[in-house]
DNA sequence: GAAAGCAACTGACAAAAGTCATCTTTTTCG
DNA sequence: CGAAAAAGATGACTTTTGTCAGTTGCTTTC
């Protein structure tokens, strides 16, 4: 399995995405948050809409809140100190945004940039703090999931550290393809501008173009403008393989 | 300050180095374990000596306890799927390993491989999760703990994709000094084979010894043997942070 | 203390990745 | 709509990184 990033499993598409839903599915596999918690932090929440390409938070800034994503799609990058942009994450409906901070009481690590509208709520910090340190079964499903996480991120470390461009970009597009599914037509669903894909990679824009068009003449993708389609889906998993 | 692990603060060299003062250092900042537990998990603790270049767990086996670091340094290392190894961590003295995998409930992730002898005290799985499903302080410390080593793995990522090897040596000899410092002579305190050097940085042995050798020309460092000395840690500093 | 084995090192070359300039296509917006 | 801006694409070139083959030198061990 592609690991290009610190994600959940991809979330079943009927399942409803209603903040109560949200917050359980994200925070809370083992339904351990009380009705009443969540009643309280349903009042609490405050719904955001944001466009295309807006900011929801930026590194450094001190959030006092969390935020889960309803609808839409977000990038969480960091600058890095040679001025360019390295995607950590891809947060998608049912996720939520900012935890981390808010419980290591620290700075926000990451910036969050819509990568389409997104619907959000915003849960005040008060709301989470107080399910953290009153529920023991939430603050348990946390750390649980906070372990999960880092086990993860130390795969990507791996990954950056030790596979090749060639390989780093086909384990995006099968991340994007495991994760947001295919159109009616079997383009990708989550369509990335080249220069997201090269940040999430990790390389120069030309250099992730230039891979593109070569797994386009091997046979591997389509394009169609930016929207690329898995023609071998087999062969891409060998290359990440490293077969 | 050069991030190359999602590692904790130095050690402060005159504390203590018994059991109780390192599950405290490393998991309970705050000091929440009560008398009584700590009196547990010491009574049930087995010591261990383990020589250098021994194994100590495995990367997939199921750990049942948590290792504390008495004495010595051991790496934490991935087998990546083309064959080579990437060190993710250096822990010693004070620093606990395997609570990852315990809290996660998963197989462990990495393999620790002494880099010296050894000292190390072995905490049973149920000690350890006793003090976590009983101790609502003791969670809270760990989970504040996980969310920042989170943090530091993100930087790990962004550190891996966007610098290039120059500036990650350049790194690793500044987390050396900073996190086991200088003998007598000024030589880093720590000694890693060139070969584990390169493990850390994510490339080949012969690119990590040219890196050094060029630094040395440079008058960044000067070696002994396989000893090095930083002559010139400003400079370093810079490389480091891209200057 | 000699042989074996390993780690450090070097040269020569190949492959991968980055950069700069330029051109084309698509998208955005007044 | 049409101009301007942004994104995509490609060529030519440089730099960085990887690989293979081999030498040197240290250290371990019988």
Known sequence: MAVLFA??????????????????????????LKKE?????????????????ESIFKEGEKLNGVFCVRDGVSKLSKLSENGKDQIVKIASKGEVMGQRSLIAEEAANLSAIALNDMQLCFIPKENFTES????????QALLKNMAH???LADDVIVNMAQKTVNQR????????DTHFGTDADGYLSL????????????TATELCIRTLTK?????????????????DHDALDQL???V
């Not at 309280?40 to 719904?47: E, F, M, Q």
């Not at 953290?132 to 603050?139: A, L, M, R, T």
């Not at 970009?169 to 994007?176: C, F, M, N, Q, R």
């Open 7 to 32: 994600n959940f499993e991809p979330m079943n598409p009927h399942e409803e995405s209603r903040c109560e839903n949200c917050i359980i599915r994200e925070l809370n596999a083992l339904r351990s």
């Open 149 to 151: 996480e880092l086990k």
């Open 191 to 202: 369509v990335l501008s080249r220069n997201d894909i090269a940040d999430v990679v990790g």
């Open 132 to 139: 953290i340190s009153k529920n023991p079964e939430f603050i």
């Open 37 to 53: 918690e969540l009643k309280a932090i349903s009042d609490a929440k405050v719904t955001r809409t944001v466009k295309k390409g």
């Open 169 to 176: 970009v086909a384990g995006i597009l099968l991340y994007l």
């Open 240 to 242: 990440w393989d490293g």
């Open 215 to 231: 797994f386009k003449k091997e046979g591997l993708i389509e394009t169609e403008g930016k929207r690329i389609k898995i023609s």
